[in-house]
């Protein structure tokens, strides 16, 4: 959020926006602002604990696709009338 009103966060002397300091930490906006407000944990607490690896809603991993086959032959046999 780029506005004047954006709340500024301040730790170890460095003073931020809350999507700034999710991007340095490696974090989405969303988990930032819901170890801070949710779960009421100070700035630093917030900021150095791990984010653990997920998967993104609404991912679905792509379906392996089953190996095309050859249609040589039956074109060919369609050609001679066998098939």
Known sequence: ?????A??????????R?????????MS????????HQYKQSMAQALSDP???GRKRGFKPKRRQA???STVG????????RA
Not at 18 to 26: D, I, M, P, Q, T
Not at 29 to 36: D, E
Request: charged share 20%; proline share 4%.
């Open 67 to 69: 190996p095309q086959r």
């Open 7 to 16: 709340k500024r966060y301040t730790n170890a002397g460095l003073t931020l």
């Open 51 to 53: 984010v653990r690896p």
């Open 29 to 36: 906006y969303s988990t930032l602002h819901r170890r801070l």
């Open 74 to 81: 039956s074109n060919v046999l369609r050609s001679w009338g």
């Open 1 to 5: 959020m780029n506005r004047y009103t």
């Open 18 to 26: 809350l999507s700034e300091w999710a991007a340095r930490a490696g």
